[in-house]
């Protein structure tokens, strides 16, 4: 049991990264699990912690979260919301066991901060960590290398600019660290730490309507997150894409009276990096494109490169919409579903949340609830905590 534990922690951690370097388990290894809780057939890119959602509002309804009404989580979802938000200071932080399904001890921890500098200007900054626990790491002979605490973070810096009352803009510059081996030399060369700096563009609009004879909003946003260098494990081994991401969401809320308040939402997203041509056993394409292109030509590539042509393009689309109920301002329950194609990665999964929001605090929880045996996310929490502090804009 021990031994199945580490082979599964193994595919786990080096799937995406180290792969090329290390054979575990290859029992596991067709159907191994990525950080991020999708399965082999996902576009492969290093780090994928950077898509896991971090915040319990947006992770109870389906994970949509890009044209919501602005939180401080916004850091993560779409930095232009930033703009928008009513206090000079929010804060929160979020925690999430994570594929405990399959092992006992990994999780997400995410912290965000925004500062209002003026009626137009908002500063943000956030951190995220990824822990995957100790394991044993061992060679393709299973000799032991050791234990190690693998783990990966992220550090962000966001600015978002408000344009007139409905529209605003939004920048996100990032440093990734991912040190997912202990610097042991496999098949001769010596795995390390990998680096690497990306940025995210956002934008953000939302107009006041009527529906029904109700005030209600809608509003629209689009992130692309993620546009960076490339990362490597080793000193001239391969490098491999970030998961630079395409978010667009509509979100419509309706007041139908004081008390009551309902918020629709749908987000779709899709990896902005090539998708793996079809090779025959000489390594020759038989369909699609190459993938060893630089970022710029592998991000307008992505739309065009599948090698089973418009049909593939749409099925690397993620659908997620979701829903959002308050009551008074202070008590909300969601729900949501989130959808990704079993030949982009099979997760699929509907979600619970709620919230309750007390003076300048706020509590948010979430759960994911799938079937063990078909999701190694079945059952997940996240558990939020958010506080508003200073003058709230007037």
């Known amino acids: 049991m021990k031994f199945f534990s580490t082979c599964i922690r193994a595919i786990l951690v080096f799937t ?39 915040d319990s509002r947006s992770g109870g309804m389906g994970e949509a979260g890009v044209a919501t009404s602005p939180d401080v989580n916004a850091n993560f979802w779409n930095p232009s919301k930033l703009a928008f938000l009513d206090a000079d200071n929010d804060i929160s932080a979020s925690y999430s066991p994570w594929l405990r399904n399959l092992v006992p001890d990994v999780s997400l921890a995410y912290i965000a901060y925004a500062h209002q500098l003026d009626d137009r200007n908002t500063f943000g900054a956030s951190l995220r960590y990824f822990n995957l626990g100790s394991i044993e790491l061992t060679d393709a002979s299973q000799q032991s290398l050791g ?15 408000k344009f007139g009352n409905n529209f605003s803009l939004g920048l996100s510059l990032r440093y990734i660290h991912s040190s997912l081996a202990n610097g042991s030399f496999l098949s001769g060369q010596q795995v390390k730490a990998g680096n690497a ?62 008390f009551n308040q309902f918020t629709f939402a ?13 090779l025959d056993a000489n390594g020759n394409i038989i369909k699609g494109k190459s993938d060893n292109v630089s970022v710029p030509a592998g991000i307008f590539e992505s739309f065009t490169d599948a090698p ?32 990704q194609n079993p030949n982009n990665g099979g997760l699929h999964y509907f979600t619970l949340g709620a919230g309750f ?38």
């Not at 946003?221 to 494990?233: D, E, F, H, R």
């Open 16 to 54: 995406i990264s180290v792969a090329p370097f290390y054979s575990f388990c290859q029992v596991l290894g067709q159907g191994g699990t990525n950080t991020n809780g999708s399965n082999s057939t996902q576009i492969p890119t290093a780090v994928p912690f950077l898509l896991i959602t971090p």
């Open 197 to 258: 700096v990306a940025a995210d563009v956002s934008l953000y609009y939302n107009k006041p309507i009527e529906e029904f004879g109700n005030s209600a909003t809608f509003a629209f946003g689009t992130n692309i997150s993620n546009i960076g260098s490339k990362i490597s494990y080793t000193d001239n081994g391969t490098k491999y894409f970030l998961p630079t991401n395409l978010k667009i969401g509509i979100a419509n809320t309706i007041n139908l009276d004081e």
């Open 147 to 161: 234990t190690y605490t693998p783990n990966e973070f992220s550090v962000d810096g966001s600015f978002a600019r």
């Open 266 to 278: 749908l987000d779709l997203n899709k990896l902005l990096v090539p998708t793996p041509p079809i």
């Open 308 to 339: 089973n042509g418009a049909s593939q393009e749409l099925q690397e689309i993620n659908i997620s919409p979701g829903i959002e109920y308050w009551y008074n301002k202070q008590f909300a329950l969601r729900a949501g579903y989130f959808y």
């Open 357 to 394: 929001r007390y003076d300048i605090y706020a509590f948010d929880f979430a759960y994911i609830a799938a079937s063990q045996q078909s999701s190694p996310l079945a059952n997940t929490l996240r558990f939020t905590l958010m506080v508003n502090f200073g003058a709230a804009k007037k």
